[in-house]
């Protein structure tokens, strides 16, 4: 049998469906004798040292266009994937919440584009 190389392995895990995913943690789960639960005390203490450091989803809100109105349609549109009309809608509407329930890290790099176009974003 031919040995896998590592980019191999994680090329057929980016081409591969959820379900066939799920079957590959079956199938190891099983010849193995392991799982692939995380243990409830390690996550729960996890969580909560998380908790304490930073939330773990926030949400961008546009809370101001700015002087550069179509430079922030663009990058509302780059984030939302919303077609120009919507896109212009949610951009005259401020505030509104751009995007819901991100990761902290997703969120700055929204808030780092959208101020580099001229715009306010406020994340809670």
Known sequence: MAKL????ILSYLDEATILELNELVKAIE????????????VAAGAGEAAADA???????????VGET???VI????????LGLVDA????DGAPAEL??????EEAEEIKK????????????
């Open 5 to 8: 190389t590592q980019e191999e």
């Open 30 to 41: 099983e010849k193995y004798g392991v799982s692939a639960a995380a243990p409830v005390a």
């Open 54 to 64: 930073a939330p773990a989803n926030v949400t961008v809100t546009l809370t101001n």
């Open 69 to 71: 109105k179509v430079a």
């Open 74 to 81: 663009k990058v509302v549109r780059e984030i939302t994937g």
């Open 88 to 91: 212009k809608k949610l951009v």
């Open 99 to 104: 995007k819901k329930d991100i990761p902290a």
């Open 113 to 124: 584009k959208l101020m580099e176009a001229g715009a306010t974003v406020d994340i809670k």
